[in-house]
């Protein structure tokens, strides 16, 4: 089975996901800009195509190309999988991984999810800005749980 695996990485979480699943498959790898770069005929000779982008705010990022591409791929094997610091088992993960497809998309692709890290220090201004005020809004969500207890 010939796989494509795409991925945008933002910190290298992902792109380190991405070079593991290419080389347990022996599939190709290539970045989304390059991908978005591609005639369709490109995707002709895959028979699997795997999407990987990083999960920020409950949501998979970047990941609106791969999924209007998947439309036409639907007789592909598709998956699509994130990295983020949450931990597994967290609701925001279930959160993440239920709202990533439509029920209609779910039918032919498959949604992962995998435990990266946090690191500031590589992500963009407005990246960092982004999870700050998400991870405030976590806590202050958890400490409004905690007081009606």
Excluded: H
Aim: aromatic share 12%.
């Amino acid at each position: 089975m010939k796989t494509l695996i795409i991925y945008t990485s933002q910190t290298g979480f992902t792109k380190k996901y991405a070079q593991w699943l290419a080389d347990r498959v022996n599939g190709d790898l290539i970045e989304l800009k390059e991908a978005q770069k591609k005639g369709l005929d490109y995707f002709d000779g895959y028979d699997a195509i795997c999407y990987g982008g990083w999960a920020m705010a409950e949501k998979i990022v970047k990941s609106k190309w791969f999924l209007e591409k998947a439309e036409s791929w639907k007789n592909k094997r598709l998956a699509m999988f994130c990295v983020g610091g949450t931990p597994n088992g967290e609701a925001q993960v279930e959160a993440l991984l239920k709202n990533a497809l439509t029920d209609t998309q779910r039918e032919y692709i498959k949604v992962f999810y995998c435990q990266g890290g946090m690191s500031y220090e590589k992500m963009s201004a407005p990246a960092r800005i982004t999870m700050k005020m998400f991870v405030s809004a976590l806590r202050n969500k958890k400490m409004q749980q905690k007081n009606k207890k």
